[in-house]
């Protein structure tokens, strides 16, 4: 009796901490960190199995170090480079997937662990306890910390031997939202690309782009495709660039979610849906992005 007592508990503490959660605009993310951690081992064979030269770097900005992710491309000149924003999920398998993927379409990746020295005794995202506890320490990440880490990493990035000097910036979901607003504190990036991600909402703040914006949204996603208009709106009357794009039948998370193993035969016909609309979006989504990138 004891013993079931105590999982009854346990069991309501989970729920609780469930329902905490959900009030989240990240909770659906917060819930299934975890699980995805353990579930991207598809994308770290695709790292290790990569020809491309993969290296930790240690940034300083300010008084903090940030671990960063390079990739360089298999190329004879010089490259420009893009400062890869990783989602909610920290520094996953799958953003050091997708910045492999950008140097493989011939450009220079940095990818910086932004909990560097945010986790316990010091650790960055391999350091938490589980998806939940990176999804809140990223929510409460200082802007101006995040701002002082990105311009290290485009920083050290723009300055290597094999880099032109050009340096653009992605992000993803949170780190989509990220870019946009790094947008407005870097006037000399070349480019942001924002994957569904929301931008800034002050017209101050729109002022401060330079650089043309290329926005990459899912149609299944109101929560963040509501905030387009406005965006539209505010980029138009500010005079900037903002190109957007949504991609009917994908849902949010669409290029890490399109790139997961394929369910199975027998899966639920809706999961077999959703992910065949996931992966046309990221498909579709990457031939659009290396175009844009050629324009570097």
């Known amino acids: 009796m004891k013993r079931l007592l105590l999982t009854i508990a346990a069991l309501l503490i989970a729920v609780s901490a469930w329902a905490q959660d959900s009030a989240n ?11 995805t951690s353990v579930s991207q081992d598809w994308a770290k064979k695709k790292v290790d199995a990569s020809p491309r030269h993969h290296e930790w770097v240690n940034l300083k900005s300010g008084t903090r170090t ?38 493989e379409a011939g450009y220079i990746a940095i990818a910086p662990d932004l909990l560097s ?10 350091s938490f306890a589980d998806g939940t506890a990176v999804g809140k ?13 990105l311009n290290a ?11 032109s000097g050009k340096v653009a910036v992605a992000g993803f979901c ?25 931008g800034p909402e002050s017209p101050d703040e729109i002022a401060k782009i330079k650089a043309p914006v290329y926005g990459f949204y899912a149609g299944n996603d109101a929560r963040v495709g509501t905030t387009i208009p406005k965006t539209i709106e505010l ?24 790139e997961t193993p394929p369910p199975a035969a027998d899966a639920d016909q809706k999961v077999r849906d959703a992910y065949a609309g996931n992966k046309k979006a990221r498909d579709d989504a990457w031939t659009r992005w290396k175009a844009l990138l050629k324009k570097l």
Request: aromatic letters at 10%.
């Open 25 to 35: 605009p990240h909770a659906e993310h917060a819930m299934t960190a975890a699980n």
């Open 66 to 103: 940030v671990s960063a992710f390079v990739v360089y491309p298999e190329v004879k000149k010089k490259a420009a480079a893009v400062v890869v924003i990783h989602e909610i999920f920290g520094m996953s398998d799958w953003v050091q997937m997708l910045a492999d993927e950008v140097a």
């Open 117 to 126: 020295g945010m986790g316990p005794n010091g650790g960055g995202t391999s």
């Open 137 to 149: 320490a990223i929510r409460d990440l200082p802007p101006d910390q995040i701002t002082a880490d």
């Open 153 to 163: 990493a485009a920083d050290y990035v723009s300055k290597l031997p094999a880099a």
């Open 174 to 198: 949170w780190g989509g939202t990220q870019s946009f607003r790094f947008a407005t504190n870097r006037p000399s990036l070349s480019a942001a690309y924002v994957f569904y991600g929301t």
């Open 235 to 258: 980029m138009k009357a500010a005079g900037k660039t903002f190109e957007p794009v949504t991609y009917e039948g994908a849902g949010h998370g669409f290029m890490r979610a399109g």
